[in-house]
């Protein structure tokens, strides 16, 4: 090892930083945290040195680095843009056995600064030896999506029950065994979905019986996005990662199947128009089923399991058969596909408000609120409404929208196929069949449409998008 990992309490000790720039603002940032006394020393600081000196959070000597500013001083920091400031500070910090760091200079400091994942009061420090701290960046970057933010409330939880713990079990042995099954058990799952009180009324009732839970079937209720597997949650990632039994949508992509645990059983679930491959309630006793055989289910939904995607259905069912459930929400395709098309669902030069509607209700009409949807400073998103377009449109129209109106079909969004089709409330419904629009497909009506042109920005096949005039030009 070229050097000793340390981690050092600063809490109210003083530490220097020489220089005031940017550089210098990101260690005062860490030093803060940490609870350190910071102390800089530099003729002039940066903006946001300058607004926590005016605030209060460090001490400001305006002036170039003077030999007697290191003392008291508890750590070290020079970061100037003078390599001879630097290194002059760092022979006197040493002189007398003060650690310092100079930054982009390891050879000329004690320490060196790592990059930190930090799950206080848990907390990772990755190094390269200053040999690049870009591939550190990396690997931190890497490690943060594996690593659940609620790590630091586990650490805590567990923190609280160390005595306990110890003088129920015998030895150490019998300890380490103990929190091992805790760390890996369902308790730290129940804490990690945000049941905090539940994960400590388990752990509580785990050590006064010493006996460690057993896993227990469980569902995990995810939201897949529009279908950029980018745009997937961490917390989605890991728990597709866990899953025993995946039960998914037709809207689920292949890219983000193909992140899923591979050796997990597939179960295909998928609703098209007027062709069920398994009935809602169906699905809701298959979630039930194999969660109570001790199953991990994942049910992954496209788009938002909450959004029209009948989530509530589903964990409705669950609650009521005792069956444990995590919800994670997912990118909705209405904020997904607009995004990608270039049209921003508001503008405040254009609308005033937005709202998403099905296209088509459960007894398969389009008998909505006309009245309410059909206002003419207003974004309107159409979920599932390709097969019903000419009467939306119609109604529209009908309920006072200009026919001029413009408004997108947006194809298969946010994936390397999407096609984005502009037109108005007079053209849409002949688009689709022009170019033969298949679901999915979301439809935007609105003003904010006339800003595609100009903000488009992706473009997965390399040519420009499948636009059309609108009527009247």
């Avoid at 930083?17 to 002039?44: E, F, H, M, N, W």
């Amino acid at each position: 090892m070229r050097f000793l990992p340390i981690f050092m309490n600063i809490r109210d000790q003083q530490c220097l930083i020489v220089g005031g720039g940017q550089v210098a603002a990101r260690k005062v940032y860490l030093i803060d945290r940490a609870g350190g006394k910071v102390k800089v020393v530099s003729p002039v600081l940066c903006d946001e040195l300058g607004r926590w000196a005016k605030e209060g959070d460090l001490e400001h000597i305006a002036r170039e680095f003077m030999p007697e500013d290191i003392e008291g001083a508890h750590l070290i920091i020079a970061a100037t843009d003078s390599e001879e400031v630097n290194k002059r500070v760092s022979e006197l910090a040493m002189a007398r056995g003060v650690p310092v760091n100079v930054v982009d200079n390891p050879e000329l400091g004690s320490f060196i600064m790592p990059s930190i994942i930090d799950r206080t009061p848990v907390q990772i420090a990755i190094s390269t030896g200053g040999a690049s701290p870009v591939l550190a960046r990396l690997l931190r970057a890497r490690l943060e999506t594996f690593i659940p933010a609620a790590y630091g409330r586990l650490a805590a939880l567990l923190e609280r029950f160390r005595g306990k713990a110890k003088a129920r079990f015998s030895g150490t042995d019998e300890i380490r065994r103990f929190w091992e099954g805790i760390v890996e058990g369902p308790i730290a799952d129940m804490l990690i979905a945000g049941k905090d009180k539940e994960a400590e009324t388990a752990l509580e009732a785990a050590i006064e019986s010493t006996d460690v839970p057993s896993h227990h079937g469980e569902v995990y209720l995810v939201g897949a996005g529009p279908g950029d597997p980018d745009l997937l949650t961490f917390r989605a990632l890991r728990l597709m990662q866990q899953a025993d039994v995946v039960v998914y949508d037709r809207l689920v992509s292949a890219p983000i199947l193909d992140l899923v645990r591979r050796d997990a059983e597939f179960i295909y679930a998928g609703k098209e128009r007027d062709k069920h491959t398994l009935p809602q309630e169906g699905i809701n006793a298959l979630l039930v089923r194999v969660a109570k055989e001790g199953k991990k289910v994942l049910r992954l939904k496209g788009g938002d399991p909450f959004i029209f995607g009948r989530g509530g259905e589903e964990i409705e069912t669950l609650m009521e058969e005792g069956v444990p459930f995590q919800v994670v929400p997912g990118i909705t395709a209405a904020a997904g596909c607009s995004s990608y098309a270039g049209i921003p669902l508001t503008h405040r030069d254009y609308v005033q408000s937005c709202m998403f509607v099905t296209g088509h209700l459960k007894d398969g009409s389009t008998n909505l609120n006309w009245d309410a949807i059909a206002q003419p400073n207003q974004t309107v998103v159409f979920y599932m409404g390709l097969h019903t377009v000419a009467p939306l449109c119609e109604n529209l129209i009908k309920h006072g929208l200009d026919k001029n109106t413009p408004a997108a079909l947006v194809e298969q969004g946010t994936t390397q196929n999407q096609r984005v089709h502009i037109g108005d409330l007079t053209t849409l419904a002949d688009l689709v069949v022009e170019n033969d629009v298949k679901p999915p497909t979301l439809i935007i009506v609105g003003n904010v449409v006339k800003l595609h042109e100009k903000l488009k920005w992706f473009d997965p096949a390399g040519e420009a998008d499948a636009s059309y005039p609108t009527a009247g030009k």
